[in-house]
């Protein structure tokens, strides 16, 4: 399997959950209580699933934590956008998190079509 330090995504997704864990700190915890928690909780899971993942072996185990990373970053862009229609959190902050959020939603959506795709490869290989 993959070495999570040669892996693009996890480093985007580092960059991600620094980004979330950065901006907490200016969260009106009292228009959105817990909330902040959560978030943090969320995007922290992100790159720590990737990492996981790179070290799993083998193709079905590391989709399914790539799979769990991106549903954590999705988890974290539903959160900043609560966040910010409560009026928690800046939308220029929730804005530039949410980007960096979205590059890693796609980098993972990327990386779990590849997988797909070899897989599907390998069997019909294997059929003929």
Sequence with gaps: MADSRNL???HAA???????MLTSRS???ARAPGLRGQLV???AAVPANIAEAAHLG???N???QLRLALASANESNSHLRILMRTGALEPVE???CMGKGAVVCRMLVRLIRA???REARGADNRME
């Design 62 to 64: 590391f989709r399914r």
């Design 8 to 10: 693009r995504v996890l």
């Design 94 to 96: 929730g804005l530039r």
């Design 41 to 43: 909780r969320a995007a």
């Design 58 to 60: 083998t193709d079905p």
């Design 27 to 29: 969260i009106d915890a």
């Design 14 to 20: 580092e960059d991600f959950a620094a980004a979330v």
């Design 115 to 117: 997988i797909d795709e």
